[in-house]
DNA sequence: TTAATAAAAGCAATCGATTGCTTTTATTAA
DNA sequence: TTAATAAAAGCAATCGATTGCTTTTATTAA
């Protein structure tokens, strides 16, 4: 059973007393091959149970109809939605996906860059781990004249076509609406800011506060507050502070808005009334929480697709040198319960 | 930039007058090469940036260190995790994957098989399609040489390697469990029975109630309650009638289980009072429910390591013919508060 | 019926890396 | 210093499909 030869172009050949050149045009249907030569040579096949060699073909056609994906974790809800999304329109279009995932680890990254450009892939999808780095495996993707297009986390300083979020757009309309709700001091938790994301989404923060003229009180804005844990961890500090905030806006996730939710749930504080609280990225979860959590959908499905179709509307279709792209896709806020209190008179 | 020439051994040899076989000797650190001359190629292919064209190498050697995957939906939440967990062996192992998902439609379902033989994996992972018809593409995969691995939703005729929940027996758990609760009319929410494992969910649900004396009522047996949505609609179903259930036992997933509780809550029966629920696959929103849902965890990231494992540790070393093997994974009843009344006297 | 043209099929090189075998070079033994 | 041996390097075929070019065969025009 074992390393059995598979039947090829040579053996279909043989048995019709053909070139094998002939085989090749009739299997790909196209010209110089007569009907009934194309009839005999594709009724063998199917006899012979003939499968082509994509690593033959591609070989020797000098491209390789698959794509790289390479993500921080892939069963992350957000990941596996703009996967999923890719898949379905790179599956259309005969395309192959082959995914990495980086566990947040930049070495990690650096050698899954390498392994996708030794398989030739034709282009590169990538949302960078937290602990980037340098921007140089980018650089040698691109040397390598693979396509390059980053998602969601991407690297500035690096001009390549990118599909990301307006995160600070996002993060100041959840700020504003926080205001508009009649909170007053207004927390902030923070990712790592070396991911562009984050920045934004505090530049987000601020925006909004200053707009409203509010101050921006830097011991309400607590770095790296990413997971559920975290999250609460900072809400235990925050509403112990003598002056504690009455809005908590976990611009990191929607676990880490859930770790706020149960701290205030255990330390008697009532969402939203005495506490208002926003997450990010709409997980499922948000809805069904009690109360239900306001968020942000960034359509991660449709980004995936989104991606896709640059790709091959914008990028492949190309000769020329095609001129970087930034598709900045408009997220939406979720207003549910966890943010909705009546005004009340100032 | 496009379509630009990557380097090869070719340019290394011309380069340092030498033939493309010492460079191809040098790089993969086999013998028959000077020390002396082993490093000036490898300081030229770093100076020159050579990357190997794995599709070359592994058309040459016959084998390619990638691994297909075909799964319903990328992005449920089970199916992620088994994805992440197979990632991270192999990548340590240094195989890629390629990843496919079926929609739960059989015809792309087939076409994926296809595509995965032509691109010469060395083994196909998968869990069949909702609409699975028959298994002759199965059958086609081990025909072409290619290891296969079925896991949770497996083909039964078919002797294959097979790692799989033992779906009976935690679904016997949980409904043991509710008896032992003092529920005494269990409804039943099945998935299509046409996929084993809702076969299988289901004999463990007439198990538990037989070895307990209780009657089999097939009123309570609702088909095809896979969605929030259907739960919901099953749901209400059941509880209007004449005799309603004092339990639903979702077995298709959290997310019936969900549409339960959400209909119970509106039509204000008290959950686990009045009415127990539980669900199944311990998705992360079952613990923040309000009750908390009793559910099944599958343990779904260790199932990915250890297909992995399987691959690499019993069918890729062995040489001989491998006898295949079900690995059967034992789920785990997660007990929350929507099964957990104080057991009344009867 | 012959010549001109078009269609069909074959030839051979190619994609890049690998590997069994042979030849050349370097090292050790006689 | 020469012969025997070992190490290093080169030669050439190979993996399977594709494709520009040439040759053969079939078709149409003269």
Redesign the pocket.
């Given at each position: 059973m074992k390393n059995q030869?598979?039947?090829?172009?040579?053996?279909?050949?043989k048995k019709l007393?053909?070139?094998?050149?002939?085989?090749?045009?009739?299997?790909?249907n196209?010209?110089?091959?007569?009907?009934?030569?194309?009839d005999l040579i594709l009724r063998t096949a199917k006899e012979l149970n003939?499968?082509?060699?994509?690593?033959?073909?591609n070989?020797?056609?000098?491209h390789n109809q698959t794509i790289g994906v390479i993500v921080p974790r892939i069963n992350q809800n957000f990941f596996a939605d703009v996967i999923a999304g890719l898949e379905e329109v790179t599956y259309q279009k005969g395309y192959n996906l082959i995914i990495c995932q980086s566990n947040e680890s930049y070495a990690r990254e650096v050698e899954s860059v390498n392994t996708l450009i030794n398989q030739h892939v034709s282009c590169i999808i990538i949302s960078v781990s937290a602990d980037f780095e340098d921007d140089s495996h980018l650089r040698n993707i691109i040397a390598q004249g693979i396509q390059l297009i980053q998602f969601d986390r991407v690297a500035d300083n690096l001009a390549t076509f990118k599909v990301v979020n307006d995160n600070e757009l996002a993060s100041r309309e959840a700020v504003s609406h926080l205001i508009e709700q009649g909170y007053k001091r207004i927390a902030l938790l923070e990712g790592p800011q070396n991911l562009n994301i984050f920045k934004q989404r505090r530049d987000g923060y601020v925006a909004a506060l200053e707009e409203h003229g509010f101050e921006v009180l830097p011991e309400l804005m607590i770095e790296n507050a990413w997971t559920k844990e975290l999250g609460a961890v900072a809400t235990r500090k925050l509403l112990s502070m003598a002056n504690p905030p009455d809005a908590i806006f976990a611009s990191t996730s929607d676990f880490s808005a859930l770790g706020v939710l149960e701290v205030a749930h255990k330390m008697g504080v009532v969402v939203p009334d005495e506490l208002g609280i926003c997450g990010y990225s709409n997980e499922a979860f948000t809805e069904i929480t009690t109360p239900s959590i306001t968020t942000i959908d960034q359509y991660s499905v449709d980004m995936g697709k989104t991606i896709a179709n640059l790709f091959f509307q914008e990028i492949k279709s190309e000769d020329k040198d095609v001129v970087p792209k930034i598709v900045n896709i408009q997220p939406k806020l979720i207003i549910r319960s966890s943010t909705l209190r009546n005004k009340k008179p100032l």
């Open positions: 030869k598979r039947t090829t172009i040579y053996d279909i050949a007393n053909l070139n094998a050149s002939s085989v090749s045009r009739a299997l790909s196209s010209s110089n091959v007569s009907e009934a030569t194309r003939y499968k082509q060699n994509s690593l033959a073909s070989l020797r056609k000098g």
